[in-house]
Every structure is written in structure tokens, then in C-alpha cells.
């Protein structure tokens, strides 16, 4: 993405990050204000990028020194704001490097005054406020923003307005084709309120971690130290699996292992596995949705019960086969899940609203919220925006926005992220008994109504979904969030279906090239 900046906007982008490097030293005067400003901007000097280019030629902040705290904060404060603006109207990405460039530099100051000051620790709250308030204030509203404009989409307004008329409390949708960007939202952030859903707010991803975990898993094939054709069982003998699966096997979900989260045979027989939000067991999911459980945990419970078919000899979507990756991309690196995604999918796109959870409970703001309803003692409807993600593991774990969802989808297409030969791979279409559905090694290759190719991945995650589409290039790309009040019934399974086809049609068909 090109993108220009005048002298003036150079210049609010230094005073904005050396200023909040000030503002630190100076809240912290009564420790090392000068080691505290040199660290803060060493930190600032690493910057890569545009951001990097930009701060690299500047004084050092000297004009605002011997200002008082106060001072310097109405100076500063809304620079950082405006910078966070002016950067996110011409490319998101780069603002989300500033926004970590200053936040890695105000630690880093924070860090070397020695214990944390009340007063440090407030001052840093401030700056990430001032960051934020223009990402919050983008998002919240309902407008598109400048830069997604384009042109006007009534077709795109009309289907999510549908989306939401068909039982969604909100719908966050964005576009890039050969248009341009569009981006917009439908129906309310919360149920009660008025607010629409934030246009790039965050959303667990639900399935769609499982896109990010076999990109990485096959990374680490193009560094050698994965075999993609080798028996998971030499990375992993302490779980004793048949020695017939192979980690292809894994991203291809052709390894038979039970699904941890129950199986549903042909026959109508249902397996369960651990307490989940469907079914019988959705009042014990809600009673529990904080409960930490470990990957080995869910794992041990897979392997406890019958395979589901001989290793290779058929098909079908296991969470287990996600666990496993996880498991073999930590103990190949020695490093956690969420280190390797920085070090080679968030850090690289700067996917700065791009969240590995683990088991923690939270999603930063802002967001659409997220409902479960259930029977007890009467019908009840309960906000579960927060719950530990940890009972689905990389099977469906991860926050992130339609915005990097986009960047990410679009250069893993792109060859950005994978050699020719591996990407090639990933997209390898393997028969799954879905119609006009197929599954390669971490997506799907959907045929579109008129005989396209699309490559997709969805998912949902209580409450929270969020959808993923790309042209084979990633030239073209769609992601959307929504958020509705789920139950037991998964009442809501119809109408995800009909607003994934409609959005599909919509974006991909060869009737909407020539709109």
C-alpha cells in the first residue's frame, strides 16, 4: 500500500513518539529522567518500516525539554492521537507499528526508572488512551472510514443489513477488489444498546486460528525443522500415536484422531468430549467457560477414545489434529505458540490487533459483545464476551479484526509468508464429501456457484464468528465479524450458513465483477 506523508505529518508522527518517551521521563523525574528518556528512545531508534524511517531523522524530542509534565502532555497526548489517524487513513498496518514502536519504547523507559512510579504507571495508561482514541473512535462509529470509502456499495450495505435481519445482533464486513476497500458495519455492538458494531473492533476467530497454525506449522517446514511427510510420532513420541499419522495428516485433518469435542458419527451416534457450549452440555460449558484446560489435557482425552478411521483412509474436521500442531511447533522451536506467531505471522505483517490468548478470558476493546442464551429455572441470556478459550485450544482460539484478517489472508496468497512450493501445497484441494467444499492444509478450496475458486476458512466461537475469503492470489479478499446470542441448538447454524453464501455471491461471483 503507497503511502504519503507531508513534512507537517513527519513531524506530528516525532512529537508524538519522542514526546511520549518525554512524558515518561518527565513523570519519572524523581527517579532517572535522563536514562529513562535514553532508553525510551534507543527503543523508538528500532523501529522498522515506515514508522522506523520517519523517527529516525529527528532530535531526539529536544524541544520539549524542562516543560513541565503538564505541559508536555497537552502537546503530546493529542499528537499521538493524530498520528494514530493520519496513519490509519493511509494504511492501518503502519499505524499499528507506530502503536507498538511507542508502547515498546514506553515500557522499555517505564522498565529502566526501576519499581514502577504511581506516577509512571498512570502516565503510560494516558499514552496508550491516546493511542487508542483513535482507533476506538474510527471503530466505534458506524461510518466508513475515509481511506475504505471508495465507492459506495449499497449491494455490500444491503447484505449486511440482511445478515442482521436474519437473527445476528451485528455485522462488521470489509472488502478489497478491484474497487477498493470497503468496510461497514450493521445492527449493535450490545444487546440493549444502540451503538453499531465497531467497523474493525476485535472477534474470536474461532476456526480460523486454525489458517494461522498450519501457516506456521509449514514456516517451520521451510526452516527444516518440521517434515511434512514425517510420522508425528518422531517430535512427539511421549503421547504414543500411530505411527501412520503424519503432521500433513494433521493440517489435512485426515488423521482420524477423535475430535476432543465429541463426534457425531454417520450412524447418528453421538461421542462427547469435553463439556462444550452445544448440546447437552451447554449449561456445564456456561458454569465453567473460565475453567483452564491444557493442550496435553485435551489430547490425552482424544487418544482415550477410538480413532475415527485408519490414518489417511478418510476425512474429517478434528480439533485434535490443531492441539497436536500446537504441541509440535513448541516442542520443535522450544518456544510457546504465541512466540513463534510473533516472531513469523504477527510480527512480520504487524497484525497489532492480532491476540494468541492461551487462557486468558479477555479481548481487548473494542469490540462487539458476544451472548449464550440457556435454560435455567427460565430462559436466561448472559453476556459471555469473556471466557477462557483454552477448552478449544488452536482449535479456535484467537482474537483479531477484519482488518488483519485481510493483511493476513492477502499475503499468505500472496507469497508473502510461504515459498511457492509450500503455498502450493497449503491450497492442494483433498475431497472432504462437502459439496463444492474441499480442504488443503489449513483451508478450504471453495467452488463458487458459477465454478470460481475461493480460499476460505470460517469460524465461530460462542457468540463471536468471523468470516475469510480469498481469490487464489489474494488479490481479492473478505472478512467479516459477527456477534449474535448463541445456545444449546446452535439456532443460529442456519442463518451463518445462508450469511456466508450470501456474502460469497455477493463479493465473488462473476455477476459482482461487473457491478
Avoid at 450495505?157 to 450493521?186: M, N, Q, T
Wanted: charged share 20%.
Amino acid at each position: 500500500m503507497t503511502i504519503t506523508l507531508s513534512d507537517q505529518d513527519k513531524s506530528t508522527l516525532r512529537i508524538a513518539a519522542y514526546g511520549a518517551v518525554s512524558l515518561m521521563a518527565a513523570a519519572g523525574a524523581a527517579g532517572k529522567p535522563h536514562k529513562i528518556a535514553t532508553t525510551g528512545s534507543i527503543a523508538l531508534g528500532s523501529a522498522t518500516g515506515l514508522v522506523g524511517h520517519v523517527l529516525a531523522d529527528y532530535p531526539k524530542g529536544k524541544d520539549l525539554a524542562g516543560k513541565s509534565v503538564a505541559e508536555i502532555a497537552d502537546r503530546v497526548l493529542p499528537a499521538l492521537t493524530a498520528a494514530m489517524n493520519l496513519l490509519k487513513q493511509q494504511d492501518p498496518a503502519e499505524a499499528g507499528n507506530f502503536r507498538s514502536t511507542v508502547l515498546v519504547a514506553v515500557e522499555t523507559a517505564q522498565t529502566h526508572q526501576g519499581p514502577p512510579s504511581p506516577a509512571t504507571t498512570a502516565m503510560a495508561r494516558k499514552i496508550t488512551e491516546a493511542l487508542d482514541a483513535a482507533r476506538a473512535a474510527t471503530a466505534d462509529s458506524g461510518a466508513v472510514p475515509e481511506a475504505a470509502a471508495g465507492q459506495d456499495r449499497p449491494e455490500l450495505r444491503k447484505a449486511i443489513e440482511e445478515i442482521v435481519e436474519s437473527g445476528f445482533l451485528g455485522v462488521s464486513l470489509r472488502v478489497h477488489d478491484e474497487r477498493g476497500e470497503w468496510a461497514g458495519s450493521a445492527g449493535v455492538a450490545e444487546l440493549g444498546g444502540t451503538a453499531k458494531p465497531p467497523i474493525n473492533g476485535h472477534v474470536r476467530i474461532g476456526s480460523n486460528t486454525k489458517t494461522f497454525t498450519a501457516t506456521l506449522v509449514l514456516q517451520l517446514v521451510a526452516e527444516g525443522k518440521l517434515g511434512l511427510d514425517i510420522p508425528v510420532d518422531d517430535y512427539l513420541p511421549e503421547f504414543g500415536l500411530d505411527r501412520r499419522i503424519t503432521v500433513r495428516m494433521l493440517l489435512q485433518h485426515t488423521s482420524g484422531l477423535f475430535n476432543f469435542t465429541g463426534e457425531v458419527y454417520d450412524d447418528g451416534t453421538i461421542v462427547p468430549g469435553i463439556p462444550i457450549p452445544y448440546g447437552t452440555t451447554g449449561k456445564e460449558w456456561v458454569d465453567n467457560r473460565l475453567k483452564t484446560y491444557r493442550p496435553q489435557e485435551l489430547l490425552e482425552l482424544a487418544l482415550s477414545k477410538p480413532a475415527r478411521f485408519e490414518p489417511g483412509t478418510g476425512w474429517s474436521y478434528s480439533n485434535t489434529n490443531y492441539v497436536l500442531a500446537r504441541l509440535l511447533i513448541e516442542k520443535v522451536t522450544g518456544r510457546s505458540l504465541a512466540e513463534e506467531m510473533r516472531r513469523l505471522i504477527l510480527g512480520p505483517l504487524n497484525l497489532s490487533g492480532t491476540v494468541v490468548p492461551d487462557a486468558s478470558p479477555e479481548i481487548p476493546e473494542p469490540h462487539a459483545h458476544a451472548y449464550y442464551r440457556y435454560e435455567d429455572a427460565g430462559e436466561q441470556t448472559i453476556d459471555i464476551t469473556r471466557q477462557n478459550p483454552s477448552w478449544i485450544s488452536t482449535g479456535g482460539d484467537m482474537i483479531s479484526t477484519t482488518q488483519d484478517l485481510h493483511t493476513f489472508i492477502s499475503a499468505l496468497l500472496g507469497g508473502k509468508l510461504l515459498p511457492a512450493p509450500l503455498l502450493a501445497e497449503m491450497c492442494t484441494p483433498h475431497p472432504t464429501g462437502i459439496p463444492n467444499m474441499d480442504y488443503g492444509l489449513g483451508v478450504f478450496v471453495v467452488t463458487t456457484d458459477d465454478g470460481g475458486t475461493v480460499i476460505s476458512h470460517n469460524g465461530a466461537a460462542v457468540g463471536h464468528a468471523a468470516l475469510m475469503y480469498s481469490t487464489p492470489d489474494g488479490s481479492k479478499t473478505l472478512t467479516a465479524a459477527l456477534s449474535c446470542v448463541d445456545d444449546a441448538d446452535l439456532s443460529i447454524a442456519a442463518a451463518f450458513q445462508n450469511a456466508q453464501q450470501r456474502l460469497l455471491n455477493e463479493v465473488f461471483s462473476r455477476r459482482a465483477e461487473h457491478l
